[in-house]
């Protein structure tokens, strides 16, 4: 567990790594340990084990083409910054990350 001294909020750090042909991708991702992270932490393993959390595509970030990315569910990769730094707070990311989850099938 990761835990911020600002505001003495415990994070769950979820962890994927993916192998790929010439490269690893790593991913860390951020959620509250409360009741609400603890279940979008489950969907999400869900969601992992389905193998809907990444693809194969064109990094937002870099323009590299061919590469591992999201696919369509956001993570928090950021514990502070809000939804602009891809962290907290951020009032809406639950209902999104749930929306987003539903789209693809987890409940």
């Known amino acids: 567990f990761f835990s ?3 505001r003495h909020t415990r994070f769950l750090p ?15 991702a951020y ?7 603890r279940e979008v932490c489950d969907l999400l393993k869900t969601a992992f084990e389905r193998k809907l959390i990444f693809t194969v595509g064109t990094s937002v ?13 956001h993570h928090k990769t950021n ?3 809000g939804p602009a730094y891809f962290g907290y707070p ?8 749930k929306q987003e ?3 693809k099938g987890i409940y």
């Open 4 to 6: 911020s001294r600002r």
């Open 14 to 28: 979820v962890s994927w790594a993916r192998r790929c042909v010439q490269e690893t991708a790593r991913r860390v």
């Open 31 to 37: 959620l509250p340990d409360n009741e609400e992270g």
């Open 61 to 73: 970030t870099t323009g590299q083409s061919n590469v591992v990315v999201w696919n369509g569910i």
């Open 79 to 81: 514990i502070s910054g």
């Open 90 to 97: 951020d009032e809406t990311y639950f209902n999104r990350v």
């Open 101 to 103: 989850l539903a789209a």
